[in-house]
Nanobody, 121 residues
């Protein structure tokens, strides 16, 4: 069992930056691929990006590529989502998830409760 808690959300103006954190507890954090997802009102949850167990590899959705960066600190059991050049369309609840698979479209076994990010124009 892995427990995930996101933090760092808030209100920011367009063009600004935020850094989200996801703290994990429970089973070995460093054995999981960690991903970030988001869900805007009235829309389905969508993939944002993921980081490999070592932290050396990442991949992102086209909508955030070049603006968002995922990193992890296995010593602190924490994964981060650095969001730059934010746009109003980035407004959503952001979730972190843990998976045993690096495959694109992999099933995520554990989820946090989410943190709200609102970008004003």
């Amino acid at each position: 069992q892995v427990q995930l808690v996101e933090s760092g959300g808030g209100l920011v103006q367009a063009g600004g930056s935020l850094r989200l954190s996801c703290a994990a507890s429970g089973r070995t954090f460093s054995s999981y691929v960690m991903g970030w997802f988001r869900q805007a009102p009235g829309k389905e949850r969508e993939f944002v990006g993921a980081v490999s167990v070592s932290g050396r590899s990442t991949y992102y959705a086209d909508s955030v590529k070049g603006r968002f960066t995922i990193s992890r600190d296995n010593a602190k059991n924490t994964v981060y989502l650095q969001m730059n050049s934010l746009k109003p369309e980035d407004t959503a609840v952001y979730y972190c998830g843990a998976s045993t698979s690096w495959r694109v479209g992999a099933l995520y076994d554990y989820w946090g409760q989410g943190t709200q990010v609102t970008v004003s124009s």
